[in-house]
């Protein structure tokens, strides 16, 4: 064996030719293994679906209960549906639909406010509807996260205005099919609101926002950023009204100057 200049060089021992043609044939395990969960992690549904049954046809080199824990997935990922909101998980004060907003219609706010509303009725009209009295809410809402919301408008925000009126905090965050008329009826009927967010929500006039002013007094953090139709005065409405206002986020609102900043801090 020859180098590039012409001249010999020392061939390879046995052992080192064994140990190069060793470390071409067999890759790191740690690396093989990454490109494997890799596949199956950044695939679609199909590909989990397919990573899942590959993996329970072998399964003489997995574990009993992985294997077992996987066959369990795999059911529930057969089954899985998004077409409708499960009313199952409105049993506590706490309630975030941010991840159902391909579901949550006028409908299906209804459906959820005829749920709460069984805390006002009495004990016949309640068991006449539902026999499972374990699926009803144990408590009123409190907490609602409506952020980006794009089936429901003024409709179902008015049915929950009616049964929740003890909500002190509530994300409408991108709602943009919200109009004056539905946030008035929300704050009216929710006179204990403290936390409000009504950023990104363009439907909403300088009106609608002022309303908040005259009807919670009890508002202590509101966020209106990228809201660009509020005016200097509907600014002043609502420092006039919500005197315990502490966190205040006024970012991508153009109308609003320094001055009015400056009296904020005043």
Request: glycine share 6%; proline share 5%; net charge positive.
């Amino acid at each position: 064996m020859t180098n590039k200049y012409g001249a010999a060089s020392p061939l390879a021992s046995p052992s080192s030719r064994h140990r190069q043609h060793h470390r071409k044939q067999s890759p790191p395990i740690a690396k093989q293994r990454y490109r494997r969960d890799d596949d199956i992690a950044i695939g679609g549904d199909k590909e989990i679906h397919d990573g899942l049954s590959s993996a329970l046809s072998s399964s003489a080199t997995i574990p009993p209960a992985l294997v077992n824990a996987l066959a369990k997935y795999e059911k529930q990922f057969q089954s899985l549906s998004y077409d409708r909101f499960p009313l199952e998980l409105c049993g506590r004060s706490d309630l975030d639909l941010s991840a159902w907003t391909l579901v949550v219609s006028d409908a299906c706010l209804d459906r959820i406010a005829t749920k709460y509303s069984f805390l006002h009725d009495d004990g016949d009209k309640l068991t006449s509807i539902i026999d499972d009295k374990s699926l009803l809410p144990q408590y009123p809402l409190k907490k609602l996260n409506l952020r980006g919301g794009e089936k429901f408008a003024d409709a179902g925000l008015r049915r929950i205005a009616m049964v929740c009126e003890q909500l002190t905090t509530l994300s409408l965050e991108n709602c943009y099919r919200l109009t004056d008329g539905g946030l008035k009826s929300m704050a009216q009927s929710c006179p204990r609101l403290e936390e409000l967010n009504l950023s990104g929500c363009m439907g909403l006039s300088a009106t609608g926002f002022a309303i908040v002013g005259d009807c919670n007094p009890q508002l202590k953090a509101l966020q209106v950023s990228g809201c660009r139709q509020i005016k200097p005065w509907t600014f002043m409405k609502l420092l006039e009204g919500c005197r315990l206002l502490r966190e205040l986020d006024v970012s991508y609102c153009p109308k609003i100057t320094d001055v009015e900043i400056k009296l904020l801090s005043d």
